[in-house]
RNA sequence: GGUCCCGUGCCCGAGUGGCUAGGGAGCGGUCUGCAAAACCGUCUACGCCGGUUCGAUUCCGGCCGGGACCUCCA
């Protein structure tokens, strides 16, 4: 197999090929946790945990995810609540891991922190100002013996390496700077490696004296730590293409002599925020802000109360993770996405298919014993048009992770397993099969669908779990109370018994008002929300 | 202002120089005490104007519209 993936640097898909044969090292930029995490959040992890888990198939993989627990925005955050920066950063961190377990996206393999990695981070800037790369400049925060604040210095790489990632020029640069230069700087794209710390802000021991690492001094650090100078990919969100893997780049490649920092660089779109739907809705209304995490959104005024959401916990309070996973990885990963209410909905009805027809097939597999027959493939092949519902998935996968795709092919799936559950495949295949030969077939389904939610992380889970789930959840966002559901389906349950069938459809009326929709299965009485 | 990206059917969303993914919603059908689910059918699209080509939604140019980045940001 040949895996594809587009890099930032060279602006097209290139072949993957390992530093290591077998191996692959994978550093994507954390969090810095300093609040709750929003959906852009969610979008860049669950991305790279279906990256990771697809990689995971043929290679031995390394996935490194550090938290920028040292941080401008965690130090105000903590003193604005009279915490301290790092136990703040320790408890967003937590929230971080939890939110990520509800998506179900795994534990990196290592999940460095800056504040345990100071020595790495101190060596590093003074390679780089031993190699002429960093140059002090006196502390500007007007305290005596308060030492130095470093700077990397930008002119003495090459400038068109530097930009190469960004594709932008110097001159692009100089042209579109919309921010007062720091006079003590030798350059105004100069950055900042090392920062003196003001009295009383966290702060560790260096040749500067007293101070914190810049901002992106520790991914060229950690990384390097764990994965080696040059590693296989480097993944993050759109917004750190510049300045912050810039940045890094220019650290890594000046202290190491120009040797590659990362082969692949890989770029997730934004998460838009939305208001519900401001579609409709007259232009005026309609506001654009900026949230606390910087984020653009479009809101809706007078209609908060309709769900302008932006943490994930927000979020999944009132729709399932799998909703979530599902919306994020149906759009492809460079390309930008809208989050609206109305889409999460469109989400949970998808999960809703998937989960009743595993449901559904699992019922049939209790009652039908399989016995050798023919392959899935065999069965639901026609004239010019192969049935390989997993071949096309892998496909999809190693073309840039095209999980829009992947989903295609997991939709084959779910339809012929209806057919089949149905015992209608002769519709499709003018061929009709024994309940034995069905089971098998959905034996080999079965399989066949594990190996596709092991990737794209819904489908993992029991379907009937995740059916409670969804109901209970949704019974909580309508505000109907579960006693009365019961009720009413008792009730209705009741009246069929005695064949009185107005009372039975004024039950079902009822239920419906409640957005309960009732359906009568072999298996007994089920409802859903609609 | 500079750089870059995008514009697909009611909605979301893949993709391709000719063979017209997939999903959601609507409508019709099969099934059902009623209904739902499921399956089948249907609505058959590629912003506009030129150019290249036997042929363009797909390549090139222009225009219109939307967005991102240049500053903290996933």
Partial sequence: MVQRIF??????????????????????????????????????????????????????VTYVRNFTDVED???????????????LAERFAQAYLEDMAALAVGRADVEPRVSTHMAEIIEFVRALEDKGFAYRVQSATGVEGAGFDVYFRVRKMDGARY???????????RAGARVAVDERKDDPLDFALWKSAKPGEIAWDSPWGRGRPGWHIECSAMSEKHLGVSFDIHGGGKDLLFPHHTNEIAQSECRHDGAVMARIWMHNGFVNVEASD?????????????????QRIKVVKMSKSLGNFFTIREVLARYTPEALRTLLLSTHYRSPIAFSERLVEEAERRAQRLHETRRRVRRYLEKNAPEEGPSLETVFSRPGEHFRPLHDFAEAMEDDFNTPKAFAAQNELLKVANLLVDGREQELTGQKLKPAQRARLLTEWTRAMEQLGAVLGVGERDAEGFLD??????????????????????????????????????????????????????????????
């Fill in 7 to 60: 890099s930032s640097m060279t602006r097209q898909k290139e072949e993957l090929v390992p530093l290591r044969p077998g191996k692959l090292g994978l550093y994507v930029c954390g969090v810095t946790p300093y609040d709750y995490s929003h959906v852009g959040h969610a979008r860049v992890y669950v991305v790279f945990d279906t990256v990771v888990r697809w990689l995971r198939r043929d290679h031995q």
């Fill in 73 to 87: 925005k965690i130090i105000k955050r903590a003193r604005e609540q009279g915490e301290e920066p790092l136990a």
């Fill in 163 to 173: 930009l190469q990632l960004s594709g932008r020029t110097l001159e692009d640069m």
């Fill in 278 to 294: 401001t579609s409709g809705v007259d232009a005026d209304l309609v506001e654009e802000i900026t949230d606390q995490q910087g």
């Fill in 469 to 530: 789930e969804q109901r209970a959840l949704g019974l909580k966002t309508r505000g109907v109370s579960a006693d009365e559901v019961r009720r009413l389906l008792d009730e209705r349950k009741a009246a069929k018994a005695a064949k009185d069938f107005p009372r039975a459809d004024a039950a079902r009326a009822a239920l419906g008002k409640l957005g309960v929709e009732v359906r009568d299965t072999p298996e007994g009485v089920e409802w859903n929300i609609a």
